[in-house]
């Protein structure tokens, strides 16, 4: 079979890009094989074949155990043939083992997703370069045509959070009751409620004691969109009181990082300040 565009050996240098980045764009499925392996040879014509399907729209990743041992070892490979299927820099699905075509097709099916989720996926997106208030117009157009959505409105408080619009993204976050989101809406409540007690506080810090006064200030800080600035002086509270508020200003310190991401700068920075002054 003629190689196509969507059909690409990948190695241990050109893993990330090749699977974890271009699956943020659409489902990567990869085939851990070798060549003295029969099933394998049984299934990479299946999985090609598949590629090739205009009704399917994935790329197929080939993965050379014996020349890429340390991906094999990275995601746990124990048989071959091992299939896994990433969508959005994770394993979605997998299988080991040579499967007939009806199963295998069902199997990418499953990863691709439906109109609603490309829209989700453009949301999430804008959102991982911080793009808050075009990230919430996509979001409320989804909703708008699908209401009911069981992911959206998690992805909706992440954008009016970027915006320090934290009592409108309270009802969201509090909305959010299983699935992988659950554990992240918990964190970000902490930033949801300090963000929304300060938009709703009467009276000036005149009147505060000073270290109330420097965590307060700092929400407005994040209002104004100086995150920095904001990061300093709740590093400035614990450095006064690790224990202030029974924690909270370290929580909403950790809840920032959570709305950034792990791999923007400033969560990087100022994840060594925090350990550097907790510990």
Not at 39 to 62: H, Q, S, T, W, Y
Not at 253 to 263: M, P, R, S, Y
Request: net charge negative; charged share 25%; proline share 5%.
């Amino acid at each position: 079979m003629a190689q196509q565009d969507n059909i690409i050996d990948v190695s241990e240098a050109t893993f990330d890009y090749d699977v974890l980045t271009r699956s943020q764009e659409k489902p990567v499925v990869v085939d851990f094989w070798a060549p003295w392996c029969g099933p394998c040879r049984m299934l990479g014509p299946v999985l090609e074949k598949l590629a090739a399907d205009p009704a399917l729209d994935f790329v197929l990743a080939k993965i050379n155990v014996d020349e890429n041992p340390n991906i094999a070892m990275r995601f746990r490979v124990q048989g071959i043939p091992a299939v896994k299927g990433f969508v959005n820099g994770e394993v979605a699905a997998e299988f080991v083992g040579a499967q007939p075509e009806p199963r295998v097709r069902q199997f990418i099916e499953k990863l691709i997703p439906d109109e609603a989720e490309t829209v989700l996926n453009q949301a999430k997106g804008l959102l991982a370069i911080h793009q808050w208030v075009e990230a919430e117009r996509v979001i409320r157009d989804l909703l708008d045509e699908h209401p009911a959505h069981p992911t959206a409105g998690y992805h909706l408080a992440r954008a009016f959070l970027g915006q320090a619009r934290g009592c409108e993204a309270l009802p969201y976050l509090q909305g959010v009751r299983d699935g992988v989101e659950h554990v992240s809406a918990e964190r970000l409540m902490v930033l949801a409620n300090y963000l929304c007690r300060i938009e709703t506080a009467e009276g000036g810090d005149d009147e505060l004691p000073p270290l109330e006064a420097l965590y307060n200030h700092s929400a407005l800080l994040i209002k104004r969109g100086n995150l920095e600035a904001a990061l300093d002086g709740l590093l400035d509270v614990l450095r006064q009181d690790k224990r202030y508020r029974d924690g909270e200003a370290r929580n909403v310190i950790l809840a920032i990082f959570e709305l950034l991401g792990d791999g923007d700068e400033l969560t990087q920075t100022y994840r060594r300040e925090l350990a550097m002054v907790l510990f």
